[in-house]
């Protein structure tokens, strides 16, 4: 199957997506929703990983700004080194992933303490 995009949408990764909602919804009878639409930190979320980007703070500390997808927009999340060590080996380009975020001095962060699953 050759890949498919219409209007900048990749629509395999959004039938993944769908099905991934409807087997959450399924198993666990609640929704998830894409990272892009946070709100609530006690909700897990989904996203596509696009790329991540190592920068430094102005004090020199090392973070990592993740660009994550719902397949039709990107959200930019940063993630502090001792985060990003914890989840790298996990971490690959293009994989569909489930976790909590939480809203940290204005900027959408992982949630250190919540789960976190590779599903595609």
């Given at each position: 199957?050759?890949f498919?995009?219409?209007c900048?949408?990749?629509?395999?990764?959004?039938?993944k997506?769908?099905?991934?909602?409807?087997?959450?919804?399924?198993?666990y009878n609640?929704?998830?929703e894409?990272?892009?639409?946070?709100?609530?930190p006690?909700?897990?979320?989904?996203?596509?990983?696009?790329?991540?980007?190592?920068?430094?703070?102005?004090?020199?500390?090392k973070?990592y700004?993740?660009?994550?997808s719902?397949?039709?927009?990107?959200?930019?999340?940063?993630m502090?080194?001792?985060?990003?060590?914890?989840?790298?080996?996990?971490?690959e380009?293009?994989?569909i992933y489930?976790?909590?975020f939480?809203k940290?001095k204005g900027?959408?962060?992982?949630?250190?303490?919540?789960?976190?699953?590779?599903?595609?």
């Amino acid at each position: 199957m050759s890949f498919i995009e219409v209007c900048n949408l990749d629509l395999k990764l959004l039938k993944k997506i769908f099905d991934l909602k409807q087997a959450f919804i399924t198993e666990y009878n609640m929704n998830i929703e894409p990272v892009t639409n946070f709100e609530d930190p006690k909700n897990y979320y989904y996203f596509c990983l696009n790329q991540i980007e190592e920068r430094l703070t102005k004090t020199g500390r090392k973070m990592y700004a993740m660009h994550l997808s719902d397949g039709a927009t990107v959200k930019k999340v940063m993630m502090w080194d001792n985060m990003y060590r914890k989840l790298a080996p996990t971490l690959e380009k293009d994989a569909i992933y489930i976790t909590k975020f939480i809203k940290d001095k204005g900027w959408l962060s992982f949630n250190a303490a919540a789960d976190f699953r590779k599903v595609f």
